[in-house]
């Protein structure tokens, strides 16, 4: 029987004597020799594998099983290191004896076989041996260490390592169970690829630029008091600084939606838990998301419930809370929250519930719009009364967290009442005079130059402009009472009366009142801008002031001032126009024979009108209208005759700047509707700046004022002197009656209305024949009622001031106004065919005499001059040597006895046949001689 061998040295030279194949040496080493043992056991077995062999014996079969446990063992022996000496550890002892057991019982099941006892005696010595102290003797250098062998390994006796038993596999619901082995992986997986995730997010995820709706503003209009005309655009919002939001509504806001917003991060996990949590106990609905969340919600993304845009929210607030400071963000999100009623921004929301600005907002009302945050439709307690007492719930919750936070003292909070909002306005938008003001100021922007169309459409801009509050409604209430509150529902025509008025204020050329219509969301085209209407007589007193303005003469040479005396019969052909043949009709196809100029306005007779827009050149007149105000594109402001009698359609507002020039002396400075504008509360924007110049000189623009003066005391607009003021003006009647106007002005306010006739449904031009009750509307009716009225009420209050007046040279003396044949006829182009006087052409007033041929010179007089011993006065009586009286004031009477007499500096007659040549066409003749005048 050939003999297992354990690698492990004997303990004692005896035992190496014996012959190893007789015993079977069972080990169990737990801890492997730091030197090898006294002795060569592998010489022994060498020697006792030889000695079996030579006594011819077959080797044993191997029955044994040698069991070795090394849990530390070198690997290579170090033959330098002694063992060391003593009794065996108990380890060992242990082992050595489980060793021998399992030897016993191998022997035991192969009695017949020496192998067994063999075995035995192997296992009694190895007992004997393991519990022997003997001295080891160190090993030579010409030993070999022997390896420990396992000889239950695969590669046979001494063929490799040990290995260790197999774990038992987990059966049943164990298997389930995760070990720790598994759980600390996935921990650490799940933490790394958070982390990855998380830096990949914020790498990826880019802070995007706002949304339309977030940048998207109304803009706001206000009165020259700084009170709100109107707003525009579908969305209601107006952005303000964190300065202009009163602590008390920060404050509220913060209690509401986020208290420690000053102190936490971006993504607040707390605030999470803490809202999830307060909601499941009743105490209030907050969100979980905090202020900078919501704001990058709001600003930056839209309102869609996505994990995409959760997860964006998420790196876009980290991001954002590095890249701004907290009053930003806390800015940016009070500015894009909803409050409801169509208020985006707490500016908008202040006005839409309490009709004040943010920065007036006390505690009690701050809280109540801090509460509308979280629910604006369910909080609102005038659309949802029935609600109430939940938005009490959150009210009480906000005051109870600005006490808490130490925002509110509790005295305060203890008397504090709820602050019931106002009435839902129906419409804040463009309704009533809104529209047409809000419209009116943004063609004005754009034409001026100051605001693009597309600037206005984004919003933003808080437009201060020259409209008074006070003169408005008292324009809307003068229309209302003399033409609108007259109308019959019943009449037809009464239902295409339209009306439009502008007033501005001569001094600053400032627009302080406009009136557009009944109401724009009923009547969109604003009567005070539309330019489709004939201005009709309205522009009669351009014609006369470009002819004071240029120095014009009639057709005879003599100076048109408003004593000059024109031919006023109907449809007289106007003379010395090559243009074609022009006889324009009077009012009624009245004749009115010689007329002064003055009276011809107060009448405003065409005939002469059109002849003195030839005296003085059409291309003059349109000139002199373009200098006052009258834009020079407007339609059919054309150089003919007809230019005269208002053909063109200049607007009401364009008329009203026309007529502030004269009122203002003759000075125009472009007209303005703005005061101030400024882009989001904080910038600025520059207006143009607004030269004054002298359109036309003073002299021209007062003396047309002391005409227009007559029209108002005695002529056609006798009813503006209802207005308890100095004032001046002119009516007008658009061709076929389509409008009736009135242009008037006091030295502090000049303004223009015109009632017009349109068809409700097709727009067209209407005649208004029939209106209010009346055969027609004239300018003198319903339009100058309706200025007396409101100038009554726009300057109550102010002193009265009278006009200072710097006038042509004799037009401070009234001639009378018409001035009727002494001898003979008059025919249409002012020819004197038998003697008689003719007025036609009228005369120069303060021009030079005439020289008599065959006369007497009685001198060479002017304004109130005397000749020939006679005193002459303009408006008074000449006396002449022979006695013979002339009154007339300017006009020249005649000749007695040889003397000649002229009045007011007009040439003087002829006698003896003889024929004077100056410039005054009033003659008389004594012998029949002729004299000619064309006008």
């Known amino acids: 029987m050939t003999s297992q061998r354990a690698g492990v040295p004997h303990q004692s030279g005896r035992d190496s004597e014996q012959p190893a194949a007789e015993s079977t040496q069972v080990l169990r080493r737990i801890k492997a020799p730091r030197a090898p043992q006294e002795g060569n056991p592998a010489a022994d077995t060498g020697k006792a594998a030889a000695a079996s062999q030579a006594s011819g014996e077959p080797p044993a079969p191997a029955e044994t099983t040698q069991v070795l446990r090394r849990v530390k063992a070198p690997r290579q022996a170090e033959p330098t290191q002694p063992s060391r000496p003593g009794k065996a550890s108990p380890a060992a002892q242990a082992a050595a004896a489980s060793g021998a057991a399992m030897a016993g019982a191998s022997a035991a099941a192969a009695p017949k076989s020496p192998a067994g006892a063999a075995a035995a005696a192997g296992a009694a010595t190895t007992r004997t041996t393991r519990t022997t102290s003997t001295p080891s003797t160190p090993r030579t250098s010409d030993e070999p260490p022997t390896p420990l062998a396992d000889s239950g390994g695969p590669g046979g006796p001494g063929g490799g390592k040990g290995k260790k038993p197999k774990r038992p596999k987990r059966t049943g619901w164990r298997r389930l169970i995760p070990t720790w082995r598994m759980v600390l992986g996935t921990f650490v997986i799940g933490v790394l690829l958070v982390i990855g995730l998380f830096f990949l997010g914020y790498s990826l995820v880019k802070i995007p630029p706002a949304n339309a709706l977030a940048t998207k503003q109304s803009n706001v209009y206000l009165y020259a008091d700084g009170s709100q005309l109107a707003r525009d655009g579908q969305i209601n919002r107006e952005n303000v600084t964190l300065a202009q939001i009163s602590k008390d509504a920060q404050h509220a806001i913060l209690a509401a939606e986020d208290r420690d917003f000053y102190t936490e991060s971006a993504v607040d996990p707390k605030a999470m838990l803490r809202a999830g949590w307060n ?145 839902q306005t129906i419409s804040t938008g463009l309704s009533g005079q809104r529209g047409y003001l809000v419209n009116a100021v943004k063609d004005y922007l754009s034409e001026n130059n100051i605001l693009t169309k597309d600037q206005l459409e984004i919003g933003g801009y808080r437009i201060t402009t020259t409209i008074q509050k006070d003169k408005q409604d008292a324009f809307v209430k003068a229309v209302d009472d003399q033409l609108m509150s007259k109308l019959d529902k019943n009449n037809k025509v009464d239902k295409s009366v339209r009306a439009g008025g ?76 090559s243009g074609g043949a022009y006889a324009p009709e009077n009012e009624d196809s009245k004749s009115y024979g010689d007329i002064t100029v003055r009276k011809a306005t107060d009448l405003s007779v065409n005939s002469v009108y059109a002849q003195m827009a030839v005296d003085v050149g059409p291309s003059k007149v349109k000139q002199t209208a373009v200098d006052l ?32 020039t004269l009122a203002n002396h003759g000075k125009h400075g472009t007209y303005t509707m703005i005061e101030k504008i400024t882009k989001d509360s904080t910038q600025e924007i520059k207006l ?120 042509q040279q004799g037009a401070d003396v009234q001639a009378p106004g018409t001035q009727a044949p002494t001898d003979g006829a008059t025919t249409p182009g002012g020819q004197d065919t038998g003697g008689g006087a003719t007025t036609d052409g009228g005369q120069d007033n303060g021009g030079p005499t005439g020289t008599p041929t065959d006369g007497t010179t009685t001198g060479t007089p002017t304004d109130g001059g005397t000749t020939g011993g006679g005193t002459t006065t303009d408006g008074g009586t000449t006396t002449t040597d022979g006695g013979g009286t002339t009154t007339g004031g300017d006009t020249t009477g005649g000749t007695t006895g040889g003397g000649t007499t002229t009045g007011g500096g007009t040439p003087g007659g002829t006698t003896g046949g003889g024929t004077t040549t100056g410039g005054g066409t009033d003659v008389g003749t004594t012998d029949g001689g002729a004299t000619a005048g064309q006008p």
């Open 502 to 577: 502008a007033s501005v204020d001569p001094k600053t050329g400032k627009v302080v009142a406009m009136y557009g219509g009944i109401d724009y969301v009923k009547q969109y085209t604003n009567g005070a801008t539309r330019g489709d209407f004939q201005v009709g007589s309205t522009f009669k007193p351009f014609v006369f002031t470009s002819a004071v303005q240029n120095g014009s003469t009639t057709q005879d040479g003599q100076t048109i001032s408003p004593n000059t005396y024109y031919d006023g019969t109907n449809k007289r052909p106007v003379q010395g126009w």
């Open 629 to 660: 105000g009258i834009p020079a594109e407007t339609k059919d402001l054309q150089p003919y005759p007809s230019i005269a009698l208002g053909t063109a359609t200049a607007s009401v507002l364009d008329m009203a700047e026309a007529y502030a």
């Open 688 to 807: 143009p700046d607004a030269p004054v110049k002298q359109a036309v000189s003073r002299e021209a623009a007062d003396t047309t004022t002391s005409i227009l003066q007559s029209v108002v005391q005695t002529g056609t607009a006798t009813a503006a002197q209802a207005a308890g003021r100095p004032a001046a003006g002119k009516t007008g009647t658009a061709e076929e009656d389509t409008a009736a106007w009135f242009a008037g002005y006091t030295p502090d306010l000049a303004t223009v209305v015109s009632v017009m006739g349109q068809d409700p449904v097709t727009a067209a031009h209407k005649p208004l024949y029939g209106a209010l009750g009346l055969p027609r509307i004239n300018g003198g009716g319903a339009p100058t009622q309706i200025w007396a009225q409101f100038t009554k009420d726009a300057l109550k209050g102010k002193p009265v001031s009278d006009f200072d007046l710097q006038l």
């Open 279 to 423: 909601t499941a106990l009743g105490k209030g609905k907050q969100s979980g998301s905090t202020i900078t969340q919501q704001y990058v919600k709001n600003y930056y993304l839209a309102q869609e419930q996505t994990v995409t845009r959760k997860a964006k929210e998420f790196f876009i607030s980290i991001k954002l809370d590095r890249t701004k400071s907290k009053d930003q963000i806390l800015e940016g999100y009070l500015n894009t929250s909803y409050f409801g009623r169509n208020a985006y921004g707490i500016q908008a929301a202040a006005q839409a519930y309490y009709g004040r600005d943010a920065a007036a907002l006390d505690p009690a009302r701050a809280a109540y719009l801090a509460a509308l945050v979280n629910a604006p439709s369910e909080y609102d307690v005038v659309a949802h009364p029935e609600n109430k007492s939940a938005a009490l719930a959150r009210w009480n919750y906000v005051l109870d967290g600005m006490v808490k936070k130490g925002w509110l003292s509790q005295s305060e909070r203890a008397g504090m009442k709820f602050p019931m909002p106002k009435e």
